[in-house]
T-cell receptor, first 114, second 109 residues
């Protein structure tokens, strides 16, 4: 089965704790992305990676960190510096970065910080 | 800044064609029109995309006007499982996808 997996589906953390969200793809895609979605809102780009060992900040990178050590994996860490971490987090991947490269999304992780 | 304008919500009877409009009056020549949908609490699902020709796949048809300033996504025989938020996105060059708030489509039994 090819696709993008995110785990866990639901995550609860106490305020002040760092938490890492997993994203794995077996589509052999070069590019991967992290988005955040708040209730009733569209998606906002946190970080993206066009190739292994390289990544760039998106529109709302403050309080987040990523790594891209393997092509298939792009974990996102939500740090204690993120002021409002409770949200729905979505990972996506695409073959490349061109406008014709379709992004495919994982099922998402809903993070709740108590 | 949003490049597209969509109605906030629409209803469609089950079994009928659902026609979802999108205005993108400032679209430039190298920008594609993408459609995604998002069922509640799931990741967005890619539907279709096009540049200037009409496109059709197993999920939907995309009709783009000749001046490319607007488009319509057509779901030919809507089912209850088509209830979702539908996003129209204009994307060009090396730009990221920019999701607005989309159209909430409700299929009525």
């Amino acid at each position: 089965d090819g696709g993008i997996t995110q785990s866990p589906k639901y995550l609860f953390r106490k305020e002040g704790q760092n938490v890492t969200l997993s994203c794995e793809q077996n589509l052999n895609h070069d590019a991967m992305y992290w988005y955040r979605q708040d209730p009733g809102q569209g998606l906002r780009l946190i970080y993206y990676s066009q190739i292994v060992n390289d990544f760039q900040k998106g529109d709302i990178a403050e309080g987040y960190s990523v790594s891209r050590e393997k092509k298939e994996s792009f974990p996102l860490t939500v740090t204690s510096a993120q002021k409002n971490p409770t949200a729905f987090y979505l990972c996506a991947s695409s073959q490349g970065w061109l406008r014709t490269d379709t992004q495919y999304f994982g099922p998402g992780t809903r993070l709740t910080v108590l | 800044d949003a490049k597209t304008t969509q109605p906030t919500s629409m209803d469609c009877a089950e079994g009928r064609a659902a026609n979802l409009p999108c205005n993108h009056s400032t679209i430039s020549g190298n920008e594609y029109v993408y459609w995604y949908r998002q069922i509640h609490s799931q990741g967005p699902q890619y539907i279709i995309h096009g540049l200037k020709n009409n496109e059709t796949n197993e999920m939907a048809s995309l009709i783009i006007t000749e001046d490319r300033k607007s488009s319509t996504l057509i779901l030919p025989h809507a089912t209850l499982r088509d209830t979702a938020v539908y996003y129209c996105i204009v994307r060009g060059g090396n730009e990221k996808l920019t999701f607005g708030t989309g159209t909430r489509l409700t299929i009525i039994p």
